[in-house]
């Protein structure tokens, strides 16, 4: 089965360059759409990024997604760290009809 | 203004169903393929089901097959969970959410005797 890998948690500080990694299992990462979740505590997710790297109207460009063939891996890259950006963060992508997701990266703003 | 509303959760005997409803508003729902994630406690979010435009084609997740069904009804802008045979494992809050951008406020459904 279709795995999708994420760490487990990361840090930085206001007004850092965070980047999260979300790496496939297999090659299908870059045959298959990537999408981005933002949780924040208490809250509903939010889409930040879907189709590897289109932002949802009133995303912050701060928020940008990519795609390294290479390494079979996505990822979400935050600029100019916010306190408010402190949240649970997951990729989703597809095996044939079926979703997969990621299983979360706790951002922590210190 | 995208909504997506959630109702019809609540606590449920194992082995009991379910149904749950997810009224959609602020855009065209007969377009939009609809999908069902939910979340246990504590835990990530795990895909359910997703329904195409027409209703035409349904896919679920291996651990809820024959236990689920998706549906949508275009002409009430609404789509529809019916579950079924539950489990203590099935304890999560379900959100609906429109591919890919919009996500529903989530409905509590606690599998519990």
């Known amino acids: 089965n279709f795995m999708l890998t994420q760490p487990h948690s990361v840090s930085e500080s206001p007004g850092k360059t965070v980047t999260i990694s979300c790496t496939g299992s297999?090659?299908?990462?870059?045959?298959?759409?990537v999408q981005w979740y933002q949780q924040r505590p208490g809250s509903a997710p939010t889409t930040v990024i879907y189709?590897?790297?289109?932002?949802p109207s009133g995303v912050p460009d701060r928020f940008s997604g990519s795609i390294d063939g290479s390494s079979n891996s996505a990822s979400l890259t935050i600029s100019g760290l916010k306190t408010e950006d402190e949240a649970d963060y997951y990729c989703?992508?597809?095996?044939?009809?079926?979703?997969?997701f990621g299983g979360g990266t706790k951002l922590t703003v210190l | 203004e995208v909504q997506l509303v959630e109702s019809g959760g609540g606590l449920v005997q194992p082995g009991g169903s379910l149904r749950l409803s997810c009224a959609a508003s602020?855009?065209?729902?007969?377009?939009?393929?609809m999908t069902w994630v939910r979340q246990a406690p504590g835990k990530g979010l795990e895909w359910v089901a997703h329904?195409?435009?027409?209703?035409?084609?349904?896919y679920y997740v291996d651990s809820v097959k024959g236990r689920f069904t998706i549906s949508r009804d275009n002409a009430k802008n609404s789509l529809y969970l019916q579950m079924s045979s539950l489990r203590a494992e099935d304890t999560a809050v379900y959100y609906c959410?429109?591919?890919?951008?919009?996500w529903g406020q989530g409905n509590l459904v606690i599998v519990s005797s």
């Open positions: 959410m429109r591919d890919p951008w919009d």
């Open positions: 602020g855009f065209i729902f007969s377009h939009y393929w």
């Open positions: 329904i195409k435009e027409d209703g035409s084609e349904k």
């Open positions: 297999n090659g299908i990462i870059v045959r298959n759409y």
């Open positions: 189709e590897d790297k289109r932002r």
């Open positions: 989703q992508s597809f095996d044939g009809n079926n979703w997969v």
